[in-house]
């Protein structure tokens, strides 16, 4: 980088240069002063000692072997008190370019002139771009030999501190990674790593020492002697570990070989979720960036470098990213950026003095929504429940009002420490060989008929459309529980078929008894009366025209495919009560369903409550997440008068609703159950449930919804309430 450069003596002019050999001592030591601060390095190394100045070594070849030969005999030159030229140069250009230095300024110069001897002592005031003014004092000494003037070098004219050998570096300062929290518990970490060293120094018997390393670390011999070969100041890192993976006796034999020494934390950190499989498929973890190829790799890595400043550090190929999750979506918010330090190293690598500090900026710390008493109990209760591998679900317990999220569950999860820590082949091929496929976000990314569940939106859109009323019945024939719709015109599917109910403690078929028994006909015919003009739009304005938003990305829903262009009858039919082509994810469910406990808004569910930056013993507040509906007055206040003790009549065991297996007492609930088909497997099913407290205060706010794949006919079919149950409770978490 091009740089102004300026000089300020507080002496007259100089004379013209008449060359070093025909100046006084006085005129060398300001002539070499000029010619420093206007970087003129050839001019001025010139001028020194000829006991200063050395040769440069060739290298033998180009090979890059030789070349470190060649520079590595220079630099022990310089320590025993000598320098090249090319070194002299680069020693400055390398200090000033680091520093950032525009200008140099020689001030408040005091010459003591003498027939050998001339010494000069002055203020240098280097401008930083980084550190502003850096004033040192400085002490330089001319000598009369051989007949002319000459300059006395040593490396203390850069900067006071200086010696032989020194160096000026920069060294990054690695920011630490935010943590994930909830309710002050620590889900996921950044912890130091053991690291088991070597110092060479002290090995006696290197082959006896490689040999006793390599059975106890678990290393070939020659692993162990690659480490030794890269040692640096003394020091060689041989494996490190996570804290809970060396033994205390393993420990104990390794630091009884002479020249070992086990370092907790300070050369290695790595990322640790000390809850395991808890919100596994939420949290995400953290690995080595990867692609399919190491191009693609490099492609990854430029990508994710894209408007970041190097000094806030870099992404690499080995860089420590997040992968999935939370730790992958708010990556640059956790990452924070590094800082990094200039100063004077010694030959032996210690730091003799710092010159400036750009100070870390750590990443923030995200604290979740969630009730971590809950969160436990929810994995209890599913671990109990869910017990072998045909069966798999999710859960979203949030808070209907605010949309804040209190406890989700992907079933079945897995292990977060496994992937952090780098997985085995084998475990992988565990994990991706069960046939509930553990590694599957169903919160966010399954997408499932919502069954019986959507009809309270159905029952809401005829409402909200005007197409019948609260003292609509039906009158169609129904036989054996079957009813071809034939009042729309030819029909070209089959028979609608309803749920078979023993009791029906309300005996007409209206729009009460619809939602209490869960009627397919009732809202087949429904969804028909309205057509796809009334319907499809009252669908997507309650939200099944995109995702939700939220923390993480979710998978779109879908009213029917878009390639589809046969909207018939049959469809809409099916449609009506949540079957057909309708697909959503657990979340969205859960959100959409809020609306019939938010007057008729739905709120946008959120995960994040805030951003923290530690700060000492306190944590500063860096935003804090406001609630937000996403989608207002889906459902009218006429419609939520109408259904909403419809809801609550679904779970009362007086009338034998498909909701009578809840038996929650200690609170009045409203909700919803629902049964879908996978595809054509009729061995299994989608088993739903959506619930809330009603009439509480708002810190008792509560919406539960299940989602369960479980067999058709076993033992899993009040699962749903079982878990509902728990989680709805007044006394529950």
Same mark, same amino acid.
């Given at each position: 980088?091009?740089?102004?450069?300026?000089?300020?003596?507080?002496?007259?002019l100089?004379?013209?240069?008449?060359?070093?050999?025909a100046?006084?001592?006085?005129?060398?030591?300001?002539?070499?002063?000029?010619?420093?601060?206007?970087?003129?390095?050839?001019?001025?190394?010139?001028?020194?000692?000829?006991?200063?100045?050395?040769?440069?070594?060739?290298?033998?070849?180009?090979?890059?072997?030789?070349?470190?030969?060649?520079?590595?005999?220079?630099?022990?030159?310089e320590?025993?008190?000598?320098?090249?030229?090319? &070194?002299?140069?680069?020693?400055?250009?390398?200090?000033?370019?680091?520093l950032?230095?525009?200008?140099?300024?020689?001030?408040n110069?005091?010459?003591?002139?003498?027939?050998?001897?001339?010494?000069?002592?002055?203020?240098?005031?280097?401008t930083?771009?980084?550190?502003?003014?850096?004033?040192?004092?400085?002490?330089?000494?001319?000598?009369?030999?051989?007949? &002319?003037?000459?300059i006395?070098?040593?490396?203390?004219?850069?900067?006071?501190d200086?010696?032989?050998?020194?160096?000026?570096?920069?060294?990054?300062?690695?920011?630490?990674?935010?943590?994930?929290?909830?309710?002050?518990?620590?889900l996921?970490?950044?912890?130091?790593?053991?690291?088991?060293?070597a110092?060479?120094?002290?090995?006696?018997d290197?082959?006896?020492?490689?040999?006793?390393?390599?059975?106890?670390?678990?290393?070939?011999?020659?692993?162990?002697?690659?480490r030794?070969?890269?040692?640096?100041?003394?020091?060689?890192?041989l494996k490190?570990?996570?804290?809970?993976?060396?033994?205390?006796?393993?420990?104990?034999?390794?630091?009884?070989?002479?020249?070992?020494?086990?370092?907790?934390?300070?050369?290695?950190?790595?990322?640790?979720?000390?809850?395991?499989?808890?919100l596994?498929?939420?949290?995400?973890?953290?690995?080595?960036?990867?692609?399919?190829?190491?191009?693609?790799?490099?492609?990854?890595?430029?990508?994710?470098?894209?408007?970041?400043?190097?000094?806030?550090?870099?992404?690499?190929?080995?860089?420590?990213?997040?992968?999935?999750?939370? *730790?992958?979506?708010?990556?640059?918010?956790?990452?924070?950026?590094d800082?990094?330090?200039?100063?004077i190293?010694?030959?032996?690598?210690?730091?003799?003095?710092?010159?400036?500090?750009?100070?870390?900026?750590?990443?923030?710390?995200?604290?979740?929504?969630?009730?971590?008493?809950?969160?436990?109990?929810?994995?209890?209760?599913?671990?109990?429940?869910?017990?072998?591998?045909?069966?798999?679900?999710?859960?979203?317990?949030?808070?209907?009002?605010?949309?804040?999220?209190?406890?989700?569950a992907?079933?079945?999860?897995?292990?977060?420490?496994?992937?952090?820590?780098?997985?085995?082949?084998?475990?992988?091929?565990?994990?991706?060989?069960?046939?509930?496929?553990?590694?599957?976000?169903?919160?966010?990314?399954?997408?499932y008929?919502?069954?019986?569940?959507?009809?309270?939106?159905?029952?809401?859109?005829?409402?909200?459309?005007?197409?019948?009323?609260?003292?609509?019945?039906?009158?169609? *024939?129904? *036989?054996?529980?079957?009813w071809?719709p034939?009042?729309?015109?030819?029909?070209?599917?089959?028979?609608?078929?309803?749920?078979?109910?023993?009791?029906?403690?309300?005996?007409?078929?209206?729009l009460?008894?619809?939602?209490?028994?869960?009627?397919?006909?009732?809202?087949?015919?429904?969804?028909?009366?309205?057509?796809?003009?009334?319907?499809?739009?009252y669908?997507?304005?309650?939200?099944?025209?995109?995702?939700v938003?939220?923390?993480?990305?979710?998978?779109?829903?879908?009213?029917?495919?878009?390639?589809?262009?046969?909207?018939?009858?049959?469809?809409?039919?099916e449609?009506?009560?949540?079957?057909?082509?309708?697909?959503?994810?657990?979340l969205?469910?859960?959100?959409?369903?809020?609306?019939?406990?938010?007057e008729?808004?739905?709120p946008?569910?959120?995960?994040?409550?805030?951003?923290?930056?530690?700060?000492?013993?306190?944590?500063?507040?860096?935003?804090?997440?406001?609630?937000?509906?996403?989608?207002?007055?889906?459902?009218?206040?006429?419609?939520?008068?109408?259904?909403?003790?419809?809801?609550?009549?679904?779970?009362? &065991?007086?009338?034998?609703?498909?909701?009578?297996?809840?038996?929650?007492?200690?609170?009045?609930?409203?909700?919803?159950?629902?049964?879908? *088909?996978?595809?054509?497997?009729?061995?299994?099913?989608?088993?739903?449930?959506?619930?809330?407290?009603?009439?509480?205060?708002?810190?008792q706010?509560?919406?539960?919804?299940v989602?369960?794949?479980?067999?058709?006919?076993?033992?899993?079919?009040?699962?749903?309430?079982?878990i509902?149950?728990?989680?709805?409770?007044?006394?529950?978490?």
């Open positions: 980088m091009k740089r102004a450069l300026c000089i300020f003596l507080c002496l007259a100089l004379l013209p240069a008449l060359g070093c050999s100046l006084s001592g006085r005129e060398l030591c300001l002539e070499f002063l000029t010619a420093i601060s206007q970087g003129e390095y050839d001019l001025a190394y010139d001028m020194l000692d000829p006991a200063v100045q050395a040769e440069p070594i060739p290298a033998d070849s180009e090979n890059e072997v030789d070349i470190a030969a060649a520079k590595q005999a220079e630099a022990e030159k320590a025993n008190g000598r320098i090249t030229r090319e &070194r002299f140069k680069q020693k400055y250009t390398a200090v000033f370019e680091v950032g230095i525009t200008a140099v300024a020689y001030e110069v005091e010459i003591d002139e003498g027939d050998i001897f001339t010494t000069a002592t002055f203020t240098g005031v280097y930083s771009e980084l550190a502003g003014d850096m004033e040192e004092r400085f002490k330089l000494v001319a000598v009369r030999s051989g007949g &002319r003037w000459v006395e070098w040593e490396p203390g004219l850069i900067f006071p200086m010696e032989w050998g020194d160096t000026v570096r920069k060294a990054a300062i690695r920011a630490q990674r935010g943590e994930i929290v909830a309710d002050g518990q620590l996921a970490a950044t912890v130091g790593k053991l690291s088991v060293y110092v060479p120094s002290r090995i006696k290197v082959p006896l020492f490689v040999s006793q390393a390599a059975i106890l670390l678990g290393m070939t011999e020659s692993a162990v002697q690659k030794l070969d890269k040692a640096y100041n003394d020091l060689a890192v490190q570990f996570y804290m809970d993976e060396l033994t205390a006796t393993v420990r104990e034999q390794l630091l009884s070989i002479e020249g070992v020494g086990i370092d907790e934390g300070n050369y290695a950190e790595a990322r640790q979720y000390p809850y395991g499989d808890m596994a498929h939420i949290l995400g973890y953290v690995g080595m960036v990867s692609a399919e190829t190491a191009d693609k790799t490099e492609a990854l890595v430029d990508e994710m470098n894209q408007g970041r400043n190097p000094d806030d550090g870099l992404y690499a190929t080995d860089s420590q990213v997040g992968k999935l999750g939370l *730790e992958k979506q708010y990556e640059e918010v956790l990452r924070g950026k800082g990094y330090c200039v100063f190293q010694t030959g032996e690598g210690l730091n003799r003095r710092t010159l400036y500090t750009k100070p870390v900026e750590d990443g923030y710390d995200l604290c979740l929504t969630i009730n971590m008493a809950l969160q436990e109990r929810l994995d209890f209760i599913l671990e109990c429940e869910l017990m072998d591998e045909e069966t798999a679900g999710a859960v979203v317990v949030m808070d209907p009002k605010t949309g804040a999220i209190q406890a989700m992907s079933w079945p999860s897995y292990d977060l420490n496994l992937f952090a820590r780098g997985i085995s082949s084998t475990a992988y091929a565990k994990l991706t060989g069960q046939k509930n496929t553990p590694l599957y976000n169903r919160l966010t990314q399954g997408l008929p919502p069954g019986s569940v959507l009809k309270a939106f159905t029952a809401a859109a005829t409402l909200d459309t005007g197409t019948i009323d609260e003292t609509y019945e039906f009158k169609g *024939e129904i *036989e054996d529980d079957y071809l034939t009042e729309f015109g030819p029909w070209m599917g089959s028979k609608i078929k309803r749920a078979q109910v023993r009791h029906r403690y309300l005996p007409t078929l209206n009460r008894s619809a939602i209490v028994y869960s009627d397919n006909i009732f809202f087949a015919n429904a969804a028909l009366l309205m057509g796809w003009d009334k319907f499809a739009p669908m997507e304005k309650v939200g099944l025209n995109s995702a938003p939220f923390d993480l990305n979710v998978a779109n829903p879908q009213l029917h495919n878009e390639s589809d262009t046969d909207l018939s009858q049959m469809l809409l039919a449609s009506g009560y949540g079957q057909g082509q309708v697909l959503i994810t657990p969205q469910m859960a959100a959409m369903f809020c609306a019939f406990a938010n008729g808004d739905v946008t569910p959120y995960l994040i409550e805030g951003l923290y930056k530690e700060n000492g013993i306190k944590y500063d507040t860096v935003s804090l997440t406001v609630p937000k509906t996403w989608r207002e007055d889906v459902v009218s206040a006429h419609a939520l008068d109408i259904i909403l003790p419809y809801l609550k009549d679904v779970v009362q &065991r007086d009338l034998n609703g498909t909701g009578r297996g809840l038996r929650v007492t200690s609170v009045q609930v409203a909700a919803k159950t629902g049964t879908a *088909e996978i595809g054509n497997d009729k061995s299994r099913e989608i088993a739903w449930f959506a619930g809330f407290r009603c009439d509480v205060e708002p810190e706010e509560r919406l539960v919804l989602m369960l794949e479980v067999p058709t006919n076993g033992p899993y079919s009040d699962t749903k309430f079982t509902a149950r728990d989680l709805l409770r007044m006394d529950a978490p």
